[in-house]
């Protein structure tokens, strides 16, 4: 088993994270020890943030607030008052135009059934995760695309509403994924911040992804401080070469 405290520590220094890596564990078998929600969730994408705080298992009953979640994570929508919500929640949502019929086989939905979903600090973590989560804004997601694209050659999708669906979209291909949120998480969520984003990297290759962030992640701090130099010597009127402003880059960092 991974040292998933090691990589844990490694992303959050390298990225210089505000929120824990959230590991997501699909499982047919809830771990021992770990609870179920102390209170409802308004939505399934709330056991993200408190899975940062600390770890927790998760059965269908406990997403019911949320229909789409629930399609999205391949839950049997058990009672007619959950199909109900989800027929009432497409209706609003192609009557607005807002996922129109035709989208609705597009959205990502786990191949599996999730029988039970647990969410735990990275660091922590009962179980291995199917799934990573990141919260992460503009300039952490540079270096998350520049290590995602090295060790899983391509350009990661960015998705769109729902939030949720960033998971099965990672699980099912094997593959990293964006999710630039949805309005619905946004107002569930205290951490997705109009300048924060989610990411969904596969847990199986979670270690080469946390090497890869971490000396990029380096590399665009050494980098910056090149650029900042060369900008600062072009206002003031120099036209240095790059052999020279690396001298300069080297003695500002001594």
Not at 100 to 114: H, M, N, Q, S, T
Not at 118 to 136: E, G, K, R
Not at 208 to 232: C, G, P
Request: aromatic residues 6%; charged residues 20%.
């Amino acid at each position: 088993m991974s040292d998933y405290s090691l990589i844990a520590e490694t992303l959050m220094e390298s990225l210089r994270l505000r929120v824990a890596p959230v590991a997501v564990c699909l499982t047919d078998k809830p771990p021992q020890g770990v609870s179920g929600p102390s209170k409802p969730a308004a939505a399934g994408c709330v056991f993200w943030e408190w899975g940062a705080r600390g770890a927790l298992v998760t059965s269908p009953k406990d997403h019911s607030n949320c229909a789409v979640g629930m399609f999205t994570h391949h839950m049997p929508l058990a009672t007619p008052s959950q199909q109900e919500n989800l027929n009432d929640s497409l209706k609003v949502f192609a009557d607005l135009g807002y996922v129109r019929p035709e989208d609705i086989p597009g959205i990502p939905v786990l191949k599996d059934e999730a029988k039970y979903v647990v969410y735990a600090p990275l660091a922590s973590t009962p179980l291995p995760p199917s799934t990573v989560l990141l919260f992460a804004n503009s300039r952490q997601s540079l270096a998350i695309t520049e290590a995602v694209q090295q060790v899983e050659p391509g350009v990661p999708p960015a998705l769109g509403r729902p939030a949720c669906a960033v998971i099965p979209q990672a699980v099912n291909t094997g593959k990293p994924a964006l999710s630039l949120g949805c309005c619905g998480a946004r107002a569930y969520l205290d951490v997705l911040t109009d300048d924060f984003a989610l990411w969904a990297l596969p847990g199986p290759r979670i270690a080469d992804y946390a090497e890869r962030i971490k000396v990029l992640a380096n590399a665009n701090n050494i980098l910056t401080k090149f650029h900042e130099l060369r900008r600062s010597d072009v206002e003031a009127g120099q036209s240095p070469s790059v052999k020279e402003s690396l001298v300069r880059l080297e003695k500002a960092s001594s």
